[in-house]
């Protein structure tokens, strides 16, 4: 089986009541990608949930986002890799007042890869291999943006929208060293915003994140238990020029998962923990998040 490469991409999650923004639109998420040099057609699953307003009975909230996402890679050409990704999303926020939900398309994300070195594609069989990915991409916004203050029936955040309104550019690295069935990635994602049409910008953000790997091979199928760390920060978000302060923040979580291999399919299900964290100044707490998929490989 070809070298497995670890992957962070973006996509749309959503925020809080009130004021309070921070966990939401644009986060990050860890995805393992199947096999390298072939394409695939996928769908996966992800959920998470965030508490805010943790020391008030009145104001507590609970938020859940789950996400069915169709993504796919194609290999236009040799050494380049593109990936799509196309989210619907179903936003629900649970408050004194009652339970506001949000369903519909999220904001879409392609993104590029050039694979600068890959011992793998040597014609020396080697013990150890190293593979070094550089890209870039951009986040649109084809999820709707509604931010009206003056209906009551709506969550008035910029947060709890299905898309954040606004184009982003995403810059990426991914390096992974295998020994045998032993693997390491290391990858770094960072998200370069830009206002919406509301003179609203989320923060940009950083996502850094470290796994290690095992491939254990069957004579019809293979596994790969996974495990790492991963680290979020969004700087605050800026509403009409002034920074608001309810916003921004990290978040550090661990991760484990396990990824399954039959011939063209994939499957897979992963977890993360948080393990430290400060969201919006300490008044949002994040929850364990899990995602599943399943891929075929052409």
Known sequence: MKKLLLFLALSPLTALACDICGCGAGS?????????????????????????????????????????ELWARI??????????????????QQTADGTFTRRGLGDATVLAHYNLLNTALDTVRRTVDHNLLL???????????????????????????L???????????????RYRQWGWNWDLTYRL?????????????QTVATSVFFLKKSEKMTLMPNAGFLLEAAARDVD????????GGY????????????????????AQVPVTQRLAAGQIRADSRAMAHLTVLF
Do not use: C, W
């Open 251 to 270: 978040a550090a979580l661990g991760s484990v998962g396990l990824e399954t291999y039959v011939g063209r399919f994939t499957a897979g299900v992963s």
């Open 28 to 68: 990050s998420f860890v995805g393992l990608l199947p096999q390298a040099g072939r394409g695939f057609v996928g769908m996966r699953y992800r959920t998470r949930a965030y508490d805010s307003h943790l020391n008030s009975r009145v104001l507590k909230t609970r938020e859940t986002y789950q996400s069915a």
């Open 193 to 205: 915003t830009t206002a919406n049409a509301n003179a609203y910008r989320f923060g940009h953000r």
């Open 75 to 92: 290999y236009p050409v040799r050494r380049v890799q593109v990936l799509l990704f196309l989210p619907l999303n179903h936003n629900r």
């Open 163 to 177: 898309g954040t309104g606004s184009t982003d550019a995403l810059f990426n690295v991914i390096y992974t060293l």
């Open 135 to 161: 890209g870039g991409g951009v986040k649109l916004p084809t999820g709707p943006y509604r931010y009206d203050l003056t209906d009551a029936s709506e969550v008035a955040n910029p947060n709890f929208q």
């Open 240 to 247: 009409r020029g002034k920074p608001n302060g309810n916003t």
